[in-house]
């Protein structure tokens, strides 16, 4: 069974830092890409910043220079640096794991699984 752990999320002033972490675990199948989205009271969820397995990294516009995304050597883990933190940043925050497994012919499976998110509060 396929569990997907955030952590590291807190309360923090504005201008300030969280390092938050996403551990993958029971992973049967290969991790094409790891991502953190955000979701903010009342809103959708949106793609904060993505990481593939080849190491391309795409960021939201909001985040690009302030927040940055990395993995482990294994990649089953994925950490976001996030640093001079606003108000607008507050949500709670979650890891999606994108997967697939090529089960032989043209039976190719794809995967995504969901943390069940950390919460980012930014006192302004």
């Known amino acids: 069974q396929v569990h997907v752990v955030e952590s590291g999320g807190g309360l923090v002033q504005a201008g300030g830092s969280l390092k938050l972490s996403c551990v993958a675990s029971g992973i049967t199948f290969t991790i094409d890409a790891i991502g953190w989205y955000r979701r903010a009271s009342g809103q959708p969820h949106t793609l904060v910043a993505r990481?593939?397995?080849?190491?391309?990294?795409n960021y939201a516009d909001s985040v690009k220079g302030r927040f940055a995304i990395s993995r482990d050597n294994v990649g089953s883990a994925a950490y976001l640096d996030m640093n001079s933190l606003q108000f607008a940043d507050t949500a709670v925050y979650y890891c999606?794991?994108?997967?697939?497994?090529?089960?032989?012919?043209?039976?190719?499976?794809?995967?995504?699984?969901w943390g069940e998110g950390t919460q980012v509060t930014v006192s302004s």
């Open positions: 999606g794991i994108e997967g697939s497994r090529d089960n032989g012919g043209d039976n190719r499976q794809s995967f995504f699984y």
């Open positions: 990481i593939s397995s080849d190491g391309r990294t």
